[in-house]
């Protein structure tokens, strides 16, 4: 399974990929704006440094909503990195786009996906990556991993080459959950990450080497 952080700060980017388990980055609009990035040409070159850090697929989100103006801004967004994943919503005009781009072989991810439809219809659409929001789905109390269970049936019923990216992951039992049911891809904060390495017999098992290491010298 793959791991991307989903995040705009090159600081928490950074220390994901230092980690030497990254493979990617997601980020939208609201993330971006939480870094107080704003404009276009600040936009481009956020995504720039973002593709000099990592080594990996980079979702960059189109900020339109209509098929012309999202080309438009995908080939913009397609153009700054081959690394560069065009990220499209679920929408009419978007599954249009996700048809235009993968024709034209570049890749996307479909986000805002709550169903098992929607998903279908993008990897119809020839999309690369499907992304399922987890955590929006739970705060409506909705089973979002049984969400992740139907795409999987269904994409490997048909042999779609499209992924699964389960996104807004909040935490470390998402991810565990991902990785029983098959997902290709978890997208999430640092946190939830960080949090796997942490077990409390781990801790105390380790403090009790380094007390008798001590006996050792
Ligand atoms: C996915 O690509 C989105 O950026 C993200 O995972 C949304 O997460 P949230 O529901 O925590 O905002």
Redesign the pocket.
């Known amino acids: 399974m793959k791991f991307f952080i989903?995040t705009a700060n090159l600081e928490q980017i950074k220390e994901a990929n230092d980690l030497g388990i990254l493979d990617g980055v997601?980020t939208?609009p609201?993330?971006m704006a939480k870094e107080g990035i704003s404009g276009t040409e600040a936009i481009l070159q956020h995504y720039k440094d973002i593709c000099e850090i990592v080594d990996g697929a980079i979702?960059a989100e189109v900020l339109s909503t209509t098929y012309e103006e999202m080309i438009a801004e995908g080939e913009t967004l397609a153009a700054i990195h081959p690394n560069i994943v065009v990220k499209i919503p679920m929408i009419k005009d978007g599954v249009k786009a996700l048809k235009y781009f993968s024709d034209k072989g570049i890749k996307t991810n479909c986000?805002l996906i709550f169903s098992a439809g929607q998903a279908l219809l993008a990897a119809k659409a020839g999309a690369s990556y499907v992304?399922p929001?987890l955590?929006?789905l739970d705060d409506i109390s909705t089973d979002s991993l049984n969400l992740i269970e139907e795409i999987r049936l269904i994409f490997d019923n048909y042999g779609f080459e499209t992924e699964i990216l389960a996104?807004?992951v909040?935490h470390s039992m998402h991810i565990i959950n991902c990785a029983k049911i098959g997902a290709d891809v978890v997208?999430c904060p640092l946190p939830p990450i960080l949090s796997l390495l942490k077990h409390p017999l781990t801790d105390s098992g380790l403090e009790q080497f380094i007390k008798d290491s001590k006996k050792l010298k």
Do not use: E
Request: aromatic residues 6%; without cysteine.
């Open positions: 989903d997601t939208n609201s993330l979702s986000t992304s929001f955590g929006r996104a807004s909040r997208t």
